[in-house]
């Protein structure tokens, strides 16, 4: 299958895409023929989470045989999760609940890089490409450590992930520091998560002028911008889907609304993707917390990244430019590669664009957006957990505020919230939400939330205090070149 940058006509086979992650234009990859693409949810009705990613994959990804993914996808999630499902869908009134952090490392991220590097070293494999390679990371939090445990000890590959020193939190920081493994490195940067992540950028530019090959290491990314971390986002819509199917909780054939918290725009371009392959999709609720960058931009069609920049409660959705966006403009520009690399470069120099009337109304035909305040994240916990006993982390909590927007509005079909990360994840928020005083160890944290709902603390965060620090590297936030290159030459 051919894959096009977003940018120019630039394509490549699917194998590579998933290897540059991003093109040499600096655009985006995307299937030449999304449209063409179908996977119908009746073949998928009756199979298990692995079967219906396998099949979602290869139809993604051609270069595969149906054995070999199948076997792929096992080696990815089997025995991974907490359950055998992976995503499980739970009904909390009205609405459904996807539970997407029942993974290794308790977010959503887990779902995706859990498969990554499986089709990373597939895909090198087919490619008789012996290099290693090495992935580099910038966080502010969730998608180090769930990259260090899809990467630890997955040969022919390494993994260095930056983290701001002081900027993520005590059990964010205790999940990546004590990360076993003899391929993966975890170092502080003096500086917040924008300095990490323009060290990581120019490091990529700059290595992409010399030649690492001669080291036998080539460079990649796992975030996002990579349509193998992508693709397998695709597969728990069409599960949650088949699973409120087998329940009777609607029929094959219903339009049905996904409410995704978003950040990067990832997960929820996985929905479009899914509708895209002919899943019965109604409307899917673009969720934002109080950087509200694109609830502005799906209403009006101005995207104006000049704002000023809120640290939230829901921290990994605060971000003021979306990456993936400029996938789902591809798509509903209908392929004008010309006009998004102009969006793309004025939002660069001028920081912003404002989209033409057609495009906005085809965007508008299958986005609602709604965005959420600080304060009313806190309510809504506490009001999910007092009327239904469920108990949901911040980011989950923007979705089921915004859904509750999205459904005075519209009242067509069954409404599925995307639920990202454990509560146990962000235990200080969530515990003062149910009107309890947080210690000041984020630790006993855990065990004060765990003694106030007798909600389970995940295998992953029990026992986190106890473990071995591994990795004390701190470092200046414009040495991030040198310690690769260093890295890279031993
Ligand atoms: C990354 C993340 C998001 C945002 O997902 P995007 O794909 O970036 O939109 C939401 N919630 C949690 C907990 C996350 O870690």
Redesign the pocket.
């Known amino acids: 299958m051919l894959y096009q940058s977003t940018r120019s006509r630039h394509t490549v086979n699917s194998l590579q895409a998933i290897l540059e992650g991003i093109a040499p234009d600096g655009g985006l990859y995307l299937p030449v023929d999304l449209d063409s693409l179908n996977v119908d949810v009746a073949r998928v009705a009756d199979k298990s989470f692995e079967e219906t990613a396998a099949v979602i994959l290869r139809t993604l990804f051609d270069e595969f045989t149906e054995e070999e993914m199948a076997d792929m996808v096992r080696r990815a999630y089997r025995g991974k999760f907490e359950t055998e499902d992976c995503t499980p869908t739970v009904k909390v009134g009205g609405d459904y609940v996807l539970e997407l952090?029942r993974g290794p490392t308790s977010?959503?991220?887990d779902v995706a890089l859990s498969m990554l590097p499986v089709l990373i070293t597939e895909a090198k494999k087919k490619l008789g490409i012996t290099e290693k390679i090495l992935i580099l990371t910038a966080t502010s939090?969730?998608?180090g450590k769930?990259a260090l445990e899809g990467f630890h000890d997955v040969e022919g590959t390494g993994i260095i992930v930056f983290y701001p020193n002081g900027g993520v939190s005590a059990v964010q920081k205790a999940q990546m520091v004590t990360q076993e493994g003899n391929n993966v490195t975890v170092c502080a940067i003096e500086g917040n998560f924008d300095d990490a992540q323009t060290g990581v950028k120019n490091t990529f530019a700059a290595c992409a002028k010399k030649d690492l090959t001669q080291y036998g290491v080539r460079l990649s990314s796992a975030n996002?911008i990579n349509i193998g971390r992508l693709a397998p986002?695709i597969v728990y819509y069409y599960k949650s889907y088949c699973d409120l199917v087998a329940a009777g909780e609607i029929k094959m054939g219903d339009k049905i609304n996904f409410v995704?918290?978003?950040?990067?725009?990832?997960?929820?371009?996985?929905g479009y993707f899914a509708k895209c392959l002919g899943l019965p999709v109604n409307k899917l609720v673009c969720a934002s917390n109080q950087n509200d960058v694109l609830t502005e931009f799906l209403n009006t069609g101005r995207y104006d990244r000049r704002r000023e920049f809120y640290r939230t409660n829901?921290p990994?959705?605060d971000?003021l430019v979306?990456s993936?966006l400029e996938r789902m403009l591809y798509l509903a520009a209908k392929g004008d590669c010309d006009k998004i690399a102009g969006y793309m470069k004025a939002l660069n120099e001028e920081g912003e664009y404002t989209v033409d009337a057609d495009l906005l109304a085809s965007l508008q035909d299958t986005f609602f957006a709604g965005c959420c305040s600080e304060e009313k994240t806190l309510q809504t916990i506490r009001d999910t957990y007092v009327t239904y006993g469920y108990l949901c982390?911040?980011?989950?909590a923007v979705a089921v505020a915004v859904a509750k927007d999205f459904k005075a509005t519209e009242a067509e079909g069954k409404t599925v919230i995307?639920s990202?990360?454990s509560p146990y994840?962000?235990p200080v928020s969530v515990l003062s939400a149910i009107g309890k005083e947080p210690d000041a160890d984020e630790f006993r944290v855990m065990e004060q939330l765990n003694e106030a709902t007798q909600v389970p603390v995940p295998e992953g965060l029990a026992g986190l205090k106890e473990k071995k620090v591994l990795h004390t590297d701190v470092i200046p936030k414009d040495a991030i070149l040198d310690y690769v290159l260093k890295k890279v030459e031993a």
């Open positions: 952090f977010a959503f991220k939090g969730d998608t769930a996002s986002q995704v918290p978003t950040g990067n725009f990832g997960d929820i371009l996985a829901s990994s959705m971000i979306s993936n982390d911040t980011h989950t995307l990202t990360a994840k962000f």
